[in-house]
């Protein structure tokens, strides 16, 4: 509700009387005529801006609080990218590399599958040897004894 005031001596004074800006509305610091200080033509305005400031102080403040939460890297400490953060928490099954970022991650799968690939010869071989000593050894039921 708007506050309106006045003095005798400048409602007096002006030529216009009453209708000349004799008018003050508590708040502002012109004076004005009084349907120009009844009028509201800035609260709307400034309903407006106050609920923008608000509203980008509730974003900022959930952006910080985001970010607190946002894990990191347990071998380089950097922050995960957002698309990393999704994959992790998407996932319905604890991974073997959830607390990597996505580029330590990408090594570390790469270099098991290096490890494993580096392995499989060496298991081949040992496992065809084993098999060879097996049946050659071995004496069935259609083999020649010798």
Sequence with gaps: MPVVVTELERITADPEGAAG?????????????????????????????QWK???????EREAAEREAKRPVC???????????????????????WDDLC??????????AEAERVAQRPAADV???????AETSGARGLFRRRG
């Design 21 to 49: 800006k004799v008018w003050r509305r508590l708040g502002r610091e012109e004076w004005q005529t009084l349907p120009e200080a009844l009028d509201n033509p800035d609260g709307d305005r400034l309903y407006a801006a």
């Design 102 to 111: 996505g580029e330590c991650a990408k090594e570390s799968v790469a270099r």
């Design 126 to 132: 040992a496992a065809g040897a084993a098999a060879e």
């Design 74 to 96: 347990a071998r380089c400490g950097a922050k995960f990218s957002d698309e990393r953060w999704q994959q992790v928490r998407q996932s319905s099954w604890p991974g073997k």
């Design 53 to 59: 400031a608000a509203r980008d102080r509730r974003v």
